[in-house]
């Protein structure tokens, strides 16, 4: 699909220029003792803002085309290249360049000055740089491979949680630099934005928070929440993408903050010397737990643990020694703990089903699987976390979801009352300087978002709606 946009990069360099002139050119009023107008230097930037949009607007246009279930010619000639540009396009594309190899979601841009092909820049998707051409008088003049250089650095993000924590980073956790323009104004500057967010919030709610905040039940409007992240910046082309979460705080509207503090450190079992990144609480205590809270993302829990339930197929009152969650055909269903799998068959009325046996006398259970992880066996070892298996409809079973239980010495436990053994502790030398650095951390992080950050309330516990429904709650498996 074609896209026209303008170039807003070089926009924003002359305005910044013309801004930066205004700002710190000193009125004639000035000269004589009279004070500044800032508001008429405000008024008159934008006058030049408008003017300039309106210069650059009849000057250049960039055009994007994505390669689809086509090939590279037909992306070209999506850019308005035709004849002998478009030949010579192809070939040094091809030849000179050696980009034989397309792949669907692979872009082009086409830069044009007064209507003249200036540049083009081809991105592999498959790898952190671009190709580029430059014209002279029609004609390819220079071309090259461009490689991404990288430079790492920090960003603090505030959000107010109104709706859903996807909204609230999309509204708020975008970089303003995400592309080179500073604006979404093609496909792939759109589904950059997509990815970005996706990237964030999944590190955010299923990997450093998991273990503390159901994100189903527990997040409500007036939930505050501020991250420290590092981001990749690519200054060759302007783009900028998200790397991994240093720190976060999420704070509750009816009380209570969930925290997570970063700590570098190599492990005492490690076989290679390798510096690896864990997440603590406050007191040093480590964010995971020996279980996850749920086996699925964004779980809705369609039937909860009872003694005794009416069963939607059977008809008839049974004990239902597990929770489902329902979730879209096809979830991933991860195993939440570390353990081996015992059973990996259908089970009957659970379906295609799948056990873990875990240490501490614990043992898992996951049901009406669609379908099994690839590469896994009854015996084989999985890591908390681990897909084993996705969401289905198997046995008995009135919609998509899948039944987890657990068992404690060969025993039925409720997994949402289960209290979950903490994994290791900083201790000592480890947790002295660990407290000296989350120190200077937070320090750091609060002069970033411009305020004194909450810290938690020791009186004040954390409360998960999960962990308050009644057994009687009952509803469509």
Same mark, same amino acid.
């Given at each position: @699909?074609?896209?026209?946009?303008?170039?807003?990069?070089?926009?924003?360099?002359?305005?910044?220029?013309?801004?930066?002139?205004?700002?710190?050119?000193?009125?004639?009023?000035?000269?004589?003792?009279?004070?500044?107008?800032?508001?008429?230097?405000?008024?008159?930037?934008?006058?030049?803002?408008?003017? @300039?949009?309106?210069?650059?607007?009849?000057? &250049?246009?960039?055009?994007?085309?994505?390669?689809?279930?086509?090939?590279?010619?037909?992306?070209?000639?999506?850019? !308005?290249?035709?004849?002998? /540009?478009?030949?010579?396009?192809?070939?040094?594309?091809?030849?000179?360049?050696?980009?034989?190899?397309?792949?669907?979601?692979?872009?082009?841009? +086409?830069?044009?000055?007064?209507?003249?092909?200036?540049?083009?820049?081809?991105?592999?998707?498959?790898?952190?740089?671009?190709?580029?051409?430059?014209?002279?008088?029609?004609?390819?003049?220079?071309?090259?491979?461009?490689? %991404?250089?990288?430079?790492?650095?920090?960003?603090?993000?505030?959000?107010?949680?109104?709706?859903?924590?996807?909204?609230?980073?999309?509204?708020?956790?975008?970089?303003?630099?995400?592309?080179?323009?500073?604006?979404?104004?093609?496909?792939?500057?759109?589904?950059?934005?997509?990815?970005?967010?996706?990237?964030?919030?999944?590190?955010?709610?299923? =990997?450093?928070?998991?273990?503390?905040?159901?994100?189903?039940?527990?997040?409500?409007? !007036?939930?505050?929440?501020?991250?420290?992240?590092?981001?990749?910046?690519?200054?060759?082309?302007?783009?900028?993408?998200?790397?991994?979460?240093?720190?976060?705080?999420?704070?509750? +509207?009816?009380?209570?903050?969930?925290? +997570?503090?970063?700590?570098?450190?190599?492990?005492?079992? +490690?076989?290679?010397?390798?510096?690896?990144?864990?997440?603590?609480?406050?007191?040093?205590?480590?964010?995971?737990?020996?279980?996850?809270?749920?086996?699925?993302?964004? !779980? =809705?829990?369609?039937?909860?643990?009872?003694?005794?339930?009416?069963?939607?197929?059977?008809?008839?009152?049974?004990?239902?020694?597990?929770?489902?969650?329902?979730?879209?055909? !096809?979830?991933? &269903?991860?195993?939440?703990?570390?353990?081996?799998?015992?059973? =990996?068959?259908?089970?009957?009325?659970?379906?295609?089903?799948?056990?873990?046996?875990?240490?501490?006398?614990?043992?898992?259970?996951?049901?009406?699987?669609?379908?099994?992880?690839?590469? %896994?066996?009854?015996?084989?070892?999985?890591? /908390?976390?681990?897909?084993?298996?996705?969401?289905?409809? #198997?046995?008995?079973?009135?919609?998509?979801?899948?039944?987890?239980?657990?068992?404690?010495?060969?025993?039925?436990?409720?997994?949402? #009352?289960?209290?979950?053994?903490?994994?290791?502790?900083?201790?000592?030398?480890?947790?002295?300087?660990?407290?000296?650095?989350? #120190?200077?951390?937070?320090?750091?992080?609060?002069?970033?978002?411009? &305020?004194?950050?909450?810290?938690?309330?020791?009186?004040?516990?954390?409360?998960?709606?999960?962990?308050?429904? #009644?057994?009687?709650?009952?509803?469509?498996?």
């Amino acid at each position: @699909m074609l896209r026209n946009r303008r170039n807003w990069a070089a926009v924003a360099l002359i305005v910044a220029a013309i801004g930066v002139t205004l700002v710190f050119t000193k009125s004639g009023e000035e000269s004589i003792g009279g004070h500044w107008d800032f508001q008429n230097s405000i008024e008159a930037m934008e006058v030049c803002r408008i003017e @300039m949009l309106t210069i650059v607007a009849d000057t &250049i246009d960039i055009y994007t085309s994505t390669i689809g279930d086509g090939f590279l010619g037909g992306a070209v000639r999506e850019l !308005g290249i035709s004849g002998g /540009q478009y030949l010579s396009t192809c070939g040094v594309l091809m030849d000179s360049l050696g980009w034989n190899v397309q792949r669907a979601g692979d872009t082009l841009t +086409a830069t044009y000055n007064h209507g003249q092909l200036s540049e083009l820049r081809a991105y592999p998707g498959n790898r952190r740089g671009f190709y580029r051409i430059l014209f002279s008088e029609g004609s390819p003049s220079l071309w090259e491979y461009v490689p %991404q250089e990288r430079w790492i650095r920090q960003r603090a993000i505030s959000c107010d949680i109104s709706t859903t924590v996807w909204a609230a980073l999309w509204d708020t956790a975008l970089p303003p630099d995400l592309t080179e323009s500073g604006i979404l104004v093609s496909s792939r500057d759109s589904s950059r934005a997509v990815g970005y967010i996706s990237e964030l919030q999944r590190a955010l709610t299923d =990997r450093l928070f998991v273990y503390d905040i159901d994100f189903y039940y527990d997040v409500k409007v !007036g939930d505050k929440l501020w991250i420290l992240i590092e981001e990749n910046r690519y200054p060759m082309d302007g783009e900028t993408g998200f790397r991994r979460i240093l720190a976060a705080k999420y704070q509750f +509207a009816h009380g209570g903050i969930a925290e +997570a503090f970063p700590f570098f450190h190599r492990p005492e079992d +490690a076989e290679v010397a390798e510096i690896i990144l864990d997440h603590y609480h406050r007191d040093g205590a480590s964010l995971r737990t020996m279980f996850l809270k749920m086996p699925v993302p964004y !779980g =809705r829990i369609s039937s909860s643990y009872s003694s005794g339930r009416m069963h939607p197929v059977l008809g008839y009152t049974r004990a239902h020694r597990g929770i489902d969650y329902a979730s879209p055909m !096809g979830t991933e &269903i991860y195993a939440v703990g570390d353990g081996t799998i015992t059973v =990996r068959s259908w089970c009957g009325g659970y379906g295609n089903m799948v056990r873990v046996r875990h240490a501490n006398g614990y043992e898992t259970g996951y049901g009406h699987m669609n379908g099994y992880a690839a590469g %896994q066996s009854v015996g084989g070892y999985v890591r /908390q976390g681990e897909i084993i298996g996705y969401v289905g409809s #198997t046995g008995l079973s009135t919609g998509p979801h899948v039944h987890f239980e657990m068992k404690r010495n060969g025993e039925y436990v409720n997994p949402a #009352t289960e209290i979950m053994p903490p994994a290791d502790p900083l201790e000592g030398e480890e947790l002295s300087r660990f407290l000296s650095e989350m #120190t200077v951390i937070e320090a750091q992080w609060s002069m970033l978002v411009g &305020i004194d950050l909450p810290v938690p309330d020791p009186e004040v516990e954390i409360e998960s709606d999960t962990d308050v429904q #009644t057994e009687s709650e009952e509803s469509a498996e």
